[in-house]
């Protein structure tokens, strides 16, 4: 018999409604797990037990009565610690912020709020999440459930080993260049970003890298991030960006056109990657989709330097808003990005904007041709949890965004990506794989992910680690 602590969201949602099982047994559960296994792993960095305790009993109440908020009265969900929620410290993975308790939820935060989630705590991030690691010298280096001596990835590694130890149901992240897909594939959930938009922000930490980071949602399986997705998805008049705008993947969504691109350039990637990447193109063949291989469709250097224009002069501005609190008490990795955001000029800001721009007519017109666009989710397997990025890959010396080259372009023009498990490595180490769709279509490409699992996602397994 499955455990409780073994079933996702639209299980337990089953198990509320039918009265098989309630919250509060489910949160005993999770607060027990937490403390038996997260010291193995360090991904909840505040833990909210009092407060859980209390939503779990309220929505015990309410599926008992018939008037459950939603389907996700009840479940059990951690918040990204980058992530504002009332009440509980958000410290940004810093020093500067180690007491920073904010008064009120951010947007996405309230609206799972008011469905009924059980916010169980806050998980852990790299400083300022600006990394693909999660570690920091307030809380430490976040493990991987499949081998604790490897990352998980950043920068939501937190919140990934949190689901994928079977601590929670689901949970949310942030995504600004890959911060959600890559920790999914790591640990072999399924992650969802968002186009730009799509979900409501405001009111939160400050914005370092324009437009592009999103919330998403970190789950076992793409029926959960749907229904997470109902309840995220939406305008708010806080945030001008959130207009909704919602088109269809394709004409035809069983015979979609589809572009592989399993290499950028002559940028490595490891071969076990590549293979398992191969194996879905041709899974999507027999499916009866169109699938051409191809290669990267965009400038790959310009696009690298907007990036890093971007992102320095957005620390850059994080360290002026936040006076001297940054300066004296932040890291040396962020202290390094702001120096360099602070030579930058204006000009150079604009250029790089620019960049963007033209990237994402590019890509607009891409999916005039083509539906959906395959890559592997990362170049890498996990490396060791400490080091802030793989030195090499399949032989070759990479720098810090070798392991990252596949999900940056999707931030920076907008779009959606999901990246779902593919398989294993040899090793026993998690696999996956990105699909990005046209600007808008995220109930399409959901929908599309589900099929997809249906027909060729691996099982859903949990790490030898969390067993019992």
């Keep these: ?14 198990a509320f409604r039918t009265g098989r099982l309630d919250p509060v047994a489910v949160l005993d559960v999770s607060l027990d797990r937490i403390a038996r296994i997260d010291p193995l792993l360090n991904s909840i960095v505040t833990l909210d037990a009092a407060g859980a305790r209390a939503a779990a009993q309220d929505s015990a109440a309410r599926w008992k009565a018939g008037t459950a908020l939603s389907s996700l009265d009840g479940i059990p969900m951690t918040i990204k610690d980058n992530l504002l929620v009332d009440g509980l410290r958000a410290t940004w993975g810093s020093h500067a ?7 009120h939820d951010e947007i996405p935060v309230e609206r799972l709020r008011r469905a009924g989630v059980v916010i169980v705590g806050k998980t852990n991030v790299p400083e300022l999440t600006l990394e693909g690691y999660t570690s920091n010298t307030l809380f430490g280096t976040t493990g991987n459930p499949w081998d604790p001596a490897l990352t998980p990835g950043g920068s939501s590694g937190g919140a990934a080993a949190s689901v994928a130890a079977g601590l929670v149901s689901a949970a949310i992240g942030t995504d600004a260049g890959g911060s959600i897909r890559r920790p999914a594939s790591h640990t072999g959930l399924v992650g969802f970003k968002p186009s730009i938009g799509h979900v409501a922000r405001g009111d939160g930490f400050l914005e370092t890298v324009a437009d592009c980071e999103v919330v998403g949602t970190l789950t ?41 691109v399993p290499r950028f350039d002559d940028a490595p990637l490891d071969p076990e990657i590549e293979a398992a990447t191969d194996r879905a193109a041709a899974a999507l063949t027999g499916m009866g989709h169109v699938v051409e291989q191809g290669g990267v469709f965009f400038d790959r250097l310009a696009v690298d330097e907007a990036w890093r224009v ?26 390094a990005m702001a120096q360099e955001g602070e030579r930058l000029s204006a000009a150079d800001y604009v250029d790089a904007m620019e960049v963007v721009t033209a990237l994402r007519r590019r890509i607009a017109d891409l999916f005039t041709r083509y539906d959906l666009v395959l890559t592997p989710s990362a170049a890498a397997l996990p490396w060791p949890a400490a080091d802030a990025f793989p030195p090499m890959i399949d032989g070759q010396t990479v720098g810090p965004r070798g392991h990252a ?57 949990f790490p030898p680690l969390t067993a019992g």
């Design 310 to 335: 971007i992102g320095r002069a957005g620390v850059a501005r994080a360290f002026r808003a936040a006076g001297q609190r940054l300066r004296l008490q932040g890291g040396p990795t962020i202290q």
């Design 1 to 14: 018999m499955t455990d409780m602590w073994q079933l996702g969201v639209a299980d337990l949602a089953t």
């Design 405 to 461: 080259i596949y999900t940056g372009w999707v931030n920076l023009a907008g779009n959606p990506g999901l990246a779902m498990p593919l398989g294993f490595s040899r090793s026993g180490l998690p696999i996956g794989g990105q699909v990005v769709s046209r600007f808008g279509s995220d109930a399409g490409l959901l929908s599309f992910g589900a099929s997809f699992e249906a027909a060729h996602a691996p099982a859903w397994a």
């Design 220 to 260: 076992r399986s793409v029926a959960d991030a749907m229904l997470l997705d109902a309840v995220l998805a939406g305008p708010d008049v806080r945030d001008p960006r959130s207009a909704l705008v919602s088109v269809p993947l394709a004409a035809d969504p069983t015979r979609l056109r589809i572009l592989y």
């Design 97 to 103: 912020y180690a007491d920073h308790v904010p008064d």
